[in-house]
């Protein structure tokens, strides 16, 4: 332990430094105050007491205060530890805290949780050796005797809270008070566990990996979805531990695919890297834009709108190698579902082993290796999802935010910090520029794009022997007027049929699961809801069982009516099971599967599902948004949009937008072989701006039809949301509470305009009532007055959340 510094400043003022835990560890308030010296660095790593327990924590701050500054006494002061090594946060990296903690409304605390390095929480190894003489009276008791015998023979190591007894621990701490013991803190290194294949890749022989997935990927599901998950990564290879984050498998199903032949070792030392491509004409006027803020370090924003297949990627990676060469690192954001294999190929191929994979379903001691690689400066390209945003990248030459649309670069859980807004900071803090793409943008980019300073860079041409799928509208609304509804037009239908013939796949999209959304008394109308949230129950038919959808309550199916005692209860309106059952009764020989969260959830279906769907055994593929994206499957030649207005109904301002993303999402899956594709949309609204501009893969179009609406309501682009959430297990007391909060907020923010308060979409969610009101600031407004107004709401069972710039309204 370091002792209390003391310098020329006397007593009247002190360095001191500011450290901050976990919150998850500590709470929200776990910010403390350490006497320093002028060693102190920010960004550094120190243990910190927290009642019996030492955790890592990061200096925030390090600054001169006195003790009515402090607001406590300086012989109140600790004095900070020795710093842990191999810990340290780039001080860029806390500037970024600082600011995310500050735009989102966040303790620091929490968001130091997203940056720390992961798997700290189980390696804090504390070493116990004797020390000095014992002057005074043996210690009573055959314990304490017994634990110096212990420490003569060598020290006692504990790792975690578990791994000693409290005896001993007792014992320990007992002696070390009479000074006959001490302990050190240390950090053990990660185990990782070991396996002999090394660097593996998928064998190059195709047929090979067909053969198998055709005859043998139903009986062996897990190994098929591995080989799935590595089609079209080339030649490169994956650690085995990426292997199992990418396809989600063991390691067990890593070495018979290695025994069997179908993966095989590379050494990547002995691979040359690919070369970069020729650029197109629209390429090589995009990096002729790119490539001189990279040179100059200017904190440029881009964004890079290009149709699918136009060769973004390409430029991220040229631009990329441009920042490499001038000695600066990347950072690459894709989101969490897009981090498939083929990615990761993509920069592997080009940089070798200097890209470093942060992934979530890699295990914390994975992590953290491939975390420390970066900290070392060996992986000077990071590829990972939203959280990769805080990895320890100390120069930076450019930023990627690839599909810079999807909803999950928004996280919706505290730190409520939007990942896109995040990257901007980071590329202020660092003078380099950031590139943002997508071929269906959100409005909020393609405003700033098109009016606000950010560089547009458009790619509207595809490979020549790229083909879009024929998208086709259907109006459901003719089969009421005709006395006929069915859950199938009659095109719909058709196109079932002949991909059928044909001897090709289908893939019909609805998303929303269960057979029914809820069941409905013909007598009396009453319908059957969640006691705890203010939704109706839906009912799964193959279980037989009444669920709530958002908190998981499960009842059975009652057989008379609640209300009126009635026995006419019956299903209204359909879901995934319902949509799988008609199908099947439509086409009796052809072979159908669901693959929906109720059959994901099962050990090994999601597997068997896609093994048998690749190996031909499924003719159609019924499925939730969890088929939107994915694997490639080269036989699927149609693509039906059961009712596209399911998503266009939420009530949410970004569901237009949102509708049209989606369903070019779906679009994709079709034809994606040798056949062309074609997709058969649903829809009692064919006139809507966003599926017309989906069924002519025109995004400008909608993007024209919807800002003029988004302009007039004061939405985003023009605008910028708060949305400050009073929720309770009391309905009044919440709705009471919800107009102070309105009432403070208009005080606070009279240029601001406040709607509200008001029911949230989903009033009740988990026995708890919930009241909204609605924050529309100037978009470039800062949020900072808004906690001050909620001073005192947030007391008892009333809880206020606060969430700029949210997601969703719901």
Known sequence: MQPAFESELGQSRRIVADVGVDARLAGNDAVFTYAADQTVRIGEAHFVPLGTRWVPGWVLRVYEADEEELGFPFAKLKPLTQPIRGLELPARVIDLVHRTALDSLSPVSQVIAAAAPPGLKDRICRTWERVGSDTGPLPVGAVQQEILAMLDKGPIREMGSRSLTAPIRRGLQSLRARGLVEARLSLAPPSLRAGGEGTLRLTPDEKAVDLFLNREGRRRPAQAMTLMALQGSGATGFTRQEIRALSGVTDQTIRSLFQAGLLVAVDEAAAPPSSAKEPSLEQKAALDAILPAVAEHRPERFLLFGVTGSGKTEVYLQAAAAALRA????????????????????????????????????????????????????????????????????????????????????????????????????????????????????????????????????????????????????????????????????????????????????????????????????????????????????????????????????????????????????????????????????????????????????????????????????????????????????????????????????????????????????????????????????????????????????????????????????????????????????????????????????????????????????????????????????????????????????????????????????
């Open 327 to 810: 000695g600066r690192q990347i950072l690459y954001l894709v989101p969490e579902i897009a981090l498939t294999a083929q990615v990761v190929a993509q920069l592997r191929g080009r940089f070798g082993r200097s890209v470093a994979v942060l992934h979530s379903n890699l295990s914390p001691g994975e992590r953290l290796d491939s975390w420390s690689r970066v900290q070392r400066g060996e992986a000077p390209v990071v590829l990972g999802p939203r959280s990769a945003l805080f990895a320890p990248l100390a120069n930076l030459g450019l930023i990627v935010v690839d599909e810079e649309h999807e909803g999950s670069y928004k996280q919706d859980t505290a730190p409520r910090y939007h990942a896109k807004k995040a990257a901007l900071q980071l590329a202020d803090l660092h003078g380099c520029p950031v590139l943002l793409g997508s071929a269906t943008p959100s409005l909020e980019s393609w405003t700033e794009a098109k009016d606000r300073g950010m560089t547009l860079l458009t790619m509207r041409k595809r490979p020549a022997e790229a083909r879009l799928p024929e998208v086709r509208l259907v109006d459901l609304r003719e089969g009421f007027r005709d006395r006929r509804p069915s859950l199938f037009s009659p095109e719909l239908e058709r196109a079932i049929l002949e991909t059928l013939a044909a001897g090709n796949q289908t893939i019909l999209f609805h998303n929303r699961r269960a057979y029914s959304p809820f069941l409905v008394c013909r007598s009396c109308g009453e319908r059957i809801e969640c006691p705890d949230c203010s939704v109706t129950l839906s009912w799964h038919r193959g279980d037989d069982r009444l669920l709530c959808h958002h908190c998981d309550h499960t009842s059975p199916v009652p057989t008379k009516c609640p209300k009126c005692g009635e026995e006419r209860l019956r299903p209204f309106g359909f879901g995934s099971e319902r949509v799988e059952e008609e199908v099947g009764k439509i086409f009796p020989k052809a072979r159908v599967a669901r693959l929906d969260r109720d059959i994901a959830r099962k050990k090994g279906a999601l597997e068997e599902i896609f093994a048998r769907f690749r190996g031909g055994e499924i003719d159609v593929l019924v499925g939730t948004q969890m088929i939107a994206k994915g694997l490639d499957f080269p036989k699927v030649t149609l693509v039906g949009v059961v009712a596209a207005d399911m998503s266009l109904g939420v009530p949410d301002f970004r569901a237009g937008e949102r509708t049209h993303q989606l369903l070019s999402q779906v679009a994709g899956r079709a034809g994606r072989g040798r056949d062309p594709g074609r997709v058969i949309i649903q829809t009692m609204q064919p006139e809507h701006p966003s599926l017309q501009s989906a069924l002519h893969h025109d995004y400008e179009a909608m993007a024209a039809s919807l800002l003029p609406e988004r302009m007039q309501a004061l939405y985003p682009p023009y605008s910028r949301l708060v949305n400050v959430i009073v929720s309770g297990p009391d309905r009044e007391e919440a709705r009471r509470a919800a107009r102070r909060t309105a009432e403070a907020l208009r005080l606070t923010l009279p240029r601001a305009k406040v709607l509200g308060p008001a029911p949230c979409a989903l009033e009740r969610l988990q026995n708890r009532w919930r009241f909204h009101a609605l924050v529309k600031m100037a978009p470039d407004a800062d949020p900072s007055p808004i906690p001050a107004a909620l001073d005192g709401i947030q007391q008892g069972d009333l809880r206020v959340t606060v969430d700029v710039d949210p997601g969703s309204l719901t």
